[in-house]
């Protein structure tokens, strides 16, 4: 897991693809968090990607940085506690201009089940599970 952290963290944008009915929905991330041996990411309850998650949780992950490319499938799970939330903004303070742990809107949710490769042209990829 932390190979994946740590891989995204240095893409600083990754890209999350949701569903929307019979659509695809793909939009920017940045923020990460490794959070009691879990991955999080956060966004706000409001937003169309909250509740597409929520209807349907199975997401997947795909960045790209110095010729390698990352590619994540995986559940998400909310997690509604404050100590999550608290660590996400702690973990990311550039959120906190528009987020607090105390708010209706922060959402923070882990990933389950995840199924992550680091590809290039030139190397075998490097395959992860957890």
Same mark, same amino acid.
């Given at each position: 897991?932390?190979?994946?952290?740590?891989?995204?963290?240095?893409?600083?944008?990754?890209?999350? @693809?949701?569903?929307?009915?019979?659509?695809?929905?793909?939009?920017?991330?940045? @923020?990460? +968090?490794?959070?009691?041996?879990?991955?999080?990411?956060?966004?706000?309850?409001?937003?169309? &990607?909250?509740?597409?998650?929520?209807? +349907?949780?199975?997401?997947?992950?795909?960045?790209?940085?110095?010729?390698?490319?990352?590619?994540?499938?995986?559940?998400?799970?909310?997690?509604?506690?404050?100590?999550?939330?608290?660590?996400?903004?702690? @973990? +990311?303070?550039?959120?906190? @201009?528009?987020?607090?742990?105390?708010?209706?809107?922060?959402?923070?949710?882990?990933?389950? +089940? &995840?199924?992550?490769?680091?590809?290039?042209?030139?190397?075998?990829?490097?395959?992860?599970?957890?």
């Amino acid at each position: 897991m932390k190979e994946v952290y740590d891989f995204l963290k240095k893409c600083g944008v990754f890209y999350i @693809a949701t569903v929307d009915g019979d659509k695809p929905r793909v939009r920017p991330f940045g @923020a990460l +968090n490794i959070f009691e041996d879990k991955l999080y990411i956060q966004t706000g309850k409001v937003k169309n &990607v909250a509740k597409q998650m929520a209807s +349907n949780p199975k997401v997947e992950i795909s960045s790209f940085i110095d010729g390698k490319w990352i590619r994540l499938e995986g559940e998400v799970v909310e997690d509604p506690r404050r100590e999550a939330k608290v660590s996400m903004l702690e @973990a +990311n303070p550039e959120l906190k @201009a528009m987020y607090s742990a105390d708010d209706d809107n922060t959402e923070v949710l882990y990933f389950k +089940n &995840v199924k992550a490769s680091i590809n290039s042209f030139t190397e075998e990829p490097i395959f992860i599970e957890f």
